[in-house]
């Protein structure tokens, strides 16, 4: 049996995400988990979980006014969110009503 050139693990599974289209749903994961870092803990709090399908982000918010004033701020934080995550994964933030 002839040897081949050895690859990391970590490189074996880079490979099988992008052949497989699952890196864009890790990214989609990725934005979600750090939804509480952009808006902050507190605010993050009165929120429900965001959900992601498709690059759109959906976030619950039960408050009227609160759900107003991040649609007000929806480009600076989807622009904050793809530029911690280093790309364009987010193309849009709805915010409901929950």
Same mark, same amino acid.
């Given at each position: 049996?002839?040897?081949?050139?050895?690859?990391?693990?970590?490189?074996?599974?880079?490979?099988?995400?992008?052949?497989?289209?699952?890196?864009?749903?890790?990214?989609?994961? %990725?934005?979600?988990? &750090?939804?509480?870092?952009?808006?902050?803990?507190?605010?993050?709090?009165?929120? %429900?979980?965001?959900?992601?399908?498709?690059?759109?982000? /959906?976030?619950?918010?039960?408050?009227?006014?609160?759900?107003?004033?991040? /649609?007000?701020?929806? /480009?600076?934080?989807?622009?904050? &969110?793809?530029?911690?995550?280093?790309?364009?994964? &987010?193309?849009? &933030? %709805?915010?409901?009503?929950?």
């Amino acid at each position: 049996m002839e040897r081949k050139e050895s690859q990391s693990i970590g490189d074996i599974l880079r490979l099988a995400f992008q052949e497989n289209c699952m890196q864009d749903r890790l990214d989609e994961r %990725r934005a979600v988990q &750090i939804w509480g870092d952009v808006v902050g803990r507190q605010l993050a709090m009165q929120c %429900r979980r965001p959900d992601v399908a498709e690059g759109v982000m /959906t976030v619950g918010v039960a408050n009227a006014a609160l759900r107003h004033e991040l /649609t007000m701020s929806r /480009t600076k934080l989807l622009n904050e &969110i793809n530029r911690q995550l280093g790309k364009d994964v &987010i193309s849009n &933030i %709805r915010f409901v009503g929950c």
